[in-house]
């Protein structure tokens, strides 16, 4: 019985020295050895055998890259500005020797170090500066501890700042700040719209009234063509006809009642050339009713046979009753004219100073055509 106890036991202790002879060491880990004390080796990912009793194996290392958050850390700016500056930094441990031997503690070693130097560099720079440089404090962060922890066998891939918290007054004068900055982006840009629509109305505007005034232009051409060809063709006409006194007369005539046309007339001047018109056209009248007896007109000149216009007016000549007709519708015009303007011209009128012709009286009668010249 007793042998079967020890036999057991020595089984029990043989299992213990074989599980602490071999030791199997995960991916990405390292292990230190000591023996009696001392360093040994370093302990790479595998089965391992070490010396029970001799080497001792300190816990495992990670060798995978590791993140480690700070807590929030007061910070003055060089405009004297408190802030909290809140980082994360990522690290990877190089030699797992170093970092074992080198420093007790390489978190709280990389923390401190960490905020003493993210104090310097924020110092340096005002608050502006530290809101809009992010990347250059990460760069200059991450140079610093590289070079502070290489030695503890740790790299520092990169420092990230996450968040900068200004006091409350900063915050409420920085939110003003930017709400002052669009108000003045927003009135920019209203000035600038209104600035190009009155420059683009402007424009139409300006293209409308050269438009405008090319038409008025061409119009105006138009017109004093046409008036400059009707005037031409009158006048082509008129000297074609060879009009004598007489038929002038009898235009000039019609075209008094014309004159006394008009709201606004409200005095009507015969004019001095009145009775000569009249005298001419009795003249032809009296001529005409006189018969052979009239003495004979002048021969004209040889006309064209082929001009309407010419013998219109020839016949017109020609037409005794036409011109009786004619000269009593101008007797009857000029007395209505005369009467209007008697009418409309205030009490006591007669004509304005400084006329040649006669004035027409209340009382006085239209003039008659003068009769014409005896016969013989």
Not at 170 to 183: H, V, W
Not at 210 to 223: C, D, H, Q, Y
Not at 320 to 343: K, L, N, R
Request: hydrophobic share 40%; no cysteine; proline share 9%.
């Amino acid at each position: 019985m007793t042998g079967l106890i020890v036999a057991l036991v020595l089984f029990v202790f043989l299992l213990f020295v074989a599980a602490r002879t071999v030791r199997i060491i995960p991916q990405a880990r390292a292990g230190i050895v000591e023996r009696l004390g001392r360093y040994s080796r370093t302990l790479t990912p595998g089965l391992t055998i070490v010396i029970p009793f001799v080497d001792r194996v300190k816990p495992l290392i990670d060798l995978r890259e590791q993140v480690v958050a700070f807590p929030p850390q007061p910070v003055i700016t060089q405009d004297n500005v408190s802030i909290g500056v809140d980082t994360v930094l990522y690290f990877t441990i190089t030699e797992p020797k170093d970092a074992t031997y080198e420093i007790a503690n390489p978190l709280q070693a990389i923390e401190q170090l960490t905020v003493t130097t993210l104090r310097n560099v924020i110092g340096g720079l005002t608050l502006e500066e530290t809101l809009t440089s992010r990347d250059n404090i990460n760069s200059q962060l991450r140079v610093v501890l590289d070079e502070a922890t290489g030695k503890w066998g740790i790299r520092i891939n990169r420092v990230e700042i996450k968040s900068v918290d200004p006091p409350a007054s900063i915050q409420e004068a920085m939110e003003k700040q930017m709400r002052a900055e669009r108000d003045r982006r927003a009135s920019i840009l209203t000035a600038e719209g209104v600035k190009t629509s009155s420059i683009l109305t402007a424009e139409g505007e300006k293209q409308s009234a050269v438009l405008r005034a090319e038409g008025a232009k061409t119009s105006a051409i138009l017109r004093a063509q046409g008036e400059a060809e009707a005037i031409d063709t009158v006048f082509s006409a008129i000297h074609a006809g060879e009009p004598d006194e007489a038929l002038l007369s009898y235009q000039y005539l019609q075209m008094l009642p014309q004159l006394a046309r008009g709201e606004a007339n409200k005095l009507f001047i015969i004019p001095s050339e009145f009775s000569t018109a009249l005298g001419n056209l009795g003249g032809a009248l009296g001529g005409a009713l006189g018969g052979a007896g009239r003495s004979p007109v002048p021969p004209r000149g040889p006309k064209p046979p082929d001009s309407p216009k010419q013998g219109a007016l020839g016949a017109g000549q020609a037409a005794d009753t036409a011109a009786a007709d004619a000269v009593a519708a101008a007797a009857e015009a000029s007395a209505a004219a005369a009467a209007a303007a008697q009418d409309a011209a205030p009490p006591g009128t007669n004509s304005l100073p400084g006329d040649s012709g006669p004035a027409v009286a209340p009382e006085d009668p239209p003039a008659k055509p003068p009769p014409g010249p005896p016969s013989g």
